[in-house]
């Protein structure tokens, strides 16, 4: 039987699962405003002090990007496609995620 997962893992799973299902959903200006704050976040410089927690974001941010785009296959998108900022933010994030991760995250990614 396997060990229950913490309860700060369980809530950073569920918003994860919340934000890929919201984010399309959400007025334009929320959209954009979203993917600023994240794509700003991974380039905090925190986040290079503590590599444990730049690691853990990396994926966080990684993996609720590609299950909101993963989520756009199944049904119609109001936002992605009448923003172009929303566009090149998505762009920037995951280039910057997927150009600058280890191979380790990109096979993840891909997956």
Sequence with gaps: MPL???SGT???DSAIDLFSVM???QPIKIQ????AQIA????EPLLTRNAGRKAAVTK???IAVSKALNGL???LSKGIGQSDRVKTLLLDILKVR???ASSAYRAEFYC
Excluded: I
């Excluded at 954009?32 to 993917?35: N, R, T, V, Y």
């Excluded at 700003?40 to 380039?43: F, V």
């Design 40 to 43: 700003a976040s991974l380039g």
């Design 10 to 12: 369980a809530l950073v």
């Design 98 to 100: 997927l150009l600058r």
């Design 23 to 25: 984010v399309f959903d």
């Design 4 to 6: 229950p997962v913490p």
């Design 32 to 35: 954009e405003s979203a993917f």
């Design 73 to 75: 296959n199944n049904r």
């Design 60 to 62: 966080n941010v990684t």
